[in-house]
């Protein structure tokens, strides 16, 4: 079965510092990760996928996440907040049961202040 | 634009009421998705579809049902059955069937108060 932790469902930084939303996996199979963002009342966006093709994945607005398979994790990072990066941050897993199935974390919600 | 398009955006039903929620897709995509949303505990899968006049349940199917009578429309009907409507219903859709690879885009939502 695979699973996913998204430890701290909230985080608070300031604008301009470090972002960091983390996320572990469980999975008996290689698994593919992803990184979605929701803002309020809206649906997700994908900020980045890794499909196994390199460890280190760029995405939108300047996020990046790491596949770390020893520790099992696909931590996402940001060098600078900015304000607008305040909203709700989804990891998920898929790979297995023959269809495309995400298996979705709690969430973690990002508060950037002044 | 190409996207997915949820309808209503609030909804509103009492206990007891049948309602259903529209989902429509222009983007030429297999499969088709439904997700329940409450707070703290991320998306769960209600219902699934790879392909046109087929679908299969998900991890929280009961007191649902939906239909994939067309490629572009995936309906979920939320039945008098379900205990604890009240949530965000998000749809999803993704380009094939069994792409695990595959990224699934999100249409907006719809909110549903049980009054």
């Known amino acids: 079965a695979q699973s996913v932790t998204q430890l701290g469902s909230h985080v608070s930084v300031s604008e301009g510092a470090l972002v960091l939303l983390r996320c572990n996996y469980s999975?008996?199979?290689?698994?593919?990760l992803f990184w979605y963002v929701q803002y309020p009342n809206q649906g997700l966006q994908l900020l980045l996928k890794?499909?196994?093709?390199?460890?280190l994945v760029k995405g939108i607005n300047g996020f990046e996440a790491e596949f770390k398979k020893s520790e099992t994790s696909f931590h996402l990072t940001k060098p600078s907040a900015h304000m607008s990066d305040a909203a709700e941050y989804f990891c998920?897993?898929?790979?297995?049961?023959?269809?495309?199935?995400?298996?979705f974390g709690a969430g973690t919600r990002l508060a950037v202040h002044p | 634009d190409g996207g997915i398009t949820q309808s209503p955006k609030y909804l509103f039903r009492k206990e007891g009421q049948n309602v259903t929620l529209s989902c429509e897709q222009n983007?030429?995509?297999?499969?088709m998705y439904w997700y329940r949303q409450d707070p703290g505990q991320g998306l769960r899968l209600i219902y699934y579809?790879?392909?046109?006049?087929?679908?299969q349940k998900g991890d929280i199917a009961e007191g649902y049902s939906v239909s994939r009578e067309k490629k572009e429309s995936f309906p979920l009907t939320v039945t008098s059955a379900q205990k604890n409507p009240t949530a965000f219903y998000l749809c999803?859709?993704?380009?094939?069937?069994?792409?695990?690879?595959?990224?699934?885009?999100f249409g907006p939502g719809t909110r549903l108060t049980v009054l």
């Open positions: 999803a859709s993704s380009p094939e069937a069994g792409g695990s690879t595959d990224t699934q885009y």
């Open positions: 999975s008996s199979v290689p698994p593919y």
């Open positions: 890794y499909t196994s093709a390199a460890t």
């Open positions: 998920a897993v898929s790979g297995s049961g023959g269809y495309n199935k995400l298996i």
């Open positions: 983007l030429n995509h297999d499969a």
């Open positions: 579809s790879q392909i046109v006049n087929d679908f």
